[in-house]
């Protein structure tokens, strides 16, 4: 009997794990809103953008981000990381660290010039919307601020 403790307990950690993970209102694809929005100053609104959220926990983020500019031509980021805080490679020198703050996705990502982008993320209580206020500093000091707000489809 106290073998099944040893394995059933483990068992039903993980599955409430997989539960709360599955459960998360970031969990899904999301539509930008171009017209609900705020760019930073001077910067080229993309045509369109999409976010495929598959994982958002206290443990592990895995999401990805197609943005389509002005001339049709597409871009996808992915991140796959652990949602620790700690700061991982993400692509061409830039890092990325993520971590769930209560019901909030922080995120900050570190390019090589070091210009960091900052961004608090939080889905309304109907999870039909997502709005990240962001934070661009560039190595020089300068700051912009953004909003992207984001509908799920």
């Not at 197609?66 to 993400?90: M, Q, R």
């Not at 061409?92 to 900050?108: D, P």
């Not at 608090?120 to 707000?149: F, H, I, P, W």
Request: proline share 6%; glycine share 8%; with cysteine.
């Amino acid at each position: 009997m106290k073998w099944l403790k040893l394995v059933f307990i483990p068992c039903l950690a993980l599955i409430g794990a997989a539960v709360r993970a599955e459960d998360s209102p970031f969990i899904g694809h999301w539509h930008w809103s171009k017209a609900r929005s705020v760019l930073p100053p001077g910067e080229p609104a993309p045509e369109d953008m999409v976010a495929d959220i598959m994982r958002m926990d206290n443990a592990h983020v895995r999401w990805s981000v197609t943005v389509t500019d002005a001339h049709g031509k597409k871009d996808v980021e992915s991140f796959d990381a652990p949602a620790n805080g700690e700061f991982y490679p993400i692509s061409n020198g830039a890092t990325a660290s993520f971590r769930l703050s209560g019901a909030n996705l922080e995120a900050v990502f570190k390019g090589p010039g070091d210009e960091t982008d900052t961004l608090s993320c939080a889905v309304s209580g109907d999870r039909n919307q997502m709005t990240c206020n962001g934070n661009l500093s560039e190595a020089g000091g300068k700051t912009a601020a953004y909003t992207d707000v984001y509908e799920r489809k």
